[in-house]
């Protein structure tokens, strides 16, 4: 089972700034199969990017995903208040197994 | 447009079993493995298994290998998981959602509103 690791598990950042979140995996994974999704209090998780790099449909461009092998990253260039959620990322390659990040918590500074 | 609305919450003694439904919309059912995902309070996303509804094969995680269950009804567009012999941990909302593609490999695009699971004894 690959095992994914988040970091860092809280980020305290402002409104405007740069946010980078890691997703590290224990083995190496397609980027293909890497995705995103954020998940805001009381709601399903939603889809931010897949294959890596490739935003979902209605995805602002703030939004970029980057990263091969084990290592992968999110960036959100510019936060927007609505931006604080919890971020996970996933691995969709092997079957039958989809694992998930434990995910990092971004807050309000 | 795209929709998966899940049944109500429930309130399940030690030891019984859930089952839990997913209504599809918006798009053709059996095009479209479905998932469930389950997240206890405060805890991570959590895969427990697929359905393609095409055939009705699925597909489990070996974590709830022997204790989940789930089936599909092609005419209602509906999917159902049964988890049984319930214990406090399994505490969760549980979630259904869509792959985005017609195949395994794909990431989960729409997701249905969650159904909280609460077990007592």
């Known amino acids: 089972e690959i095992v994914l690791t988040q970091s860092p598990g809280t980020l305290s950042l402002s409104p405007g700034e740069r946010a980078t979140l890691s997703c590290r995996a224990s083995q190496s994974v397609s980027s293909t199969y890497l995705a995103w999704y954020q998940q805001k209090p009381g709601q399903a998780p939603r889809l931010l990017i897949y294959g890596a790099s490739s935003r979902a449909t209605g995805i602002p461009d703030r939004f970029s995903g980057s990263g091969s092998g084990t290592d992968f990253t999110l960036t959100i260039s510019r936060l927007e208040p609505e931006d604080f959620a919890v971020y996970y990322c996933?691995?969709?390659?092997?079957?039958?197994?989809?694992?998930f990040g434990q995910g990092t918590k971004l807050e309000i500074k | 447009q795209m929709q998966l609305v899940q049944s109500g919450a429930e309130v399940k003694k030690t030891g019984s079993s859930v089952k839990v439904s997913c209504k599809a919309s918006g798009y053709t059912f059996t095009y479209r493995y479905l998932h469930w995902v389950r997240q206890a309070p405060g805890q991570a996303l959590e895969w427990m298994g697929w359905?393609?509804?095409?055939?009705?094969?699925?597909n489990y995680a070996q974590k709830f290998q022997d204790r989940v269950t789930i089936t599909r009804d092609r005419s209602m567009s509906t999917a159902y998981m049964e988890l049984s012999s319930l214990r406090s941990e399994d505490t969760a909302m549980y979630y259904c959602?869509?792959?985005?593609?017609?195949?395994?490999?794909?990431?989960?695009?729409?997701w249905g509103q969650g159904t909280l699971v609460t077990v007592s004894s």
């Open positions: 996933q691995q969709y390659g092997t079957s039958p197994m989809y694992t």
């Open positions: 359905i393609t509804p095409f055939n009705g094969n699925s």
């Open positions: 959602a869509t792959g985005a593609g017609d195949g395994i490999q794909f990431p989960f695009d729409y």
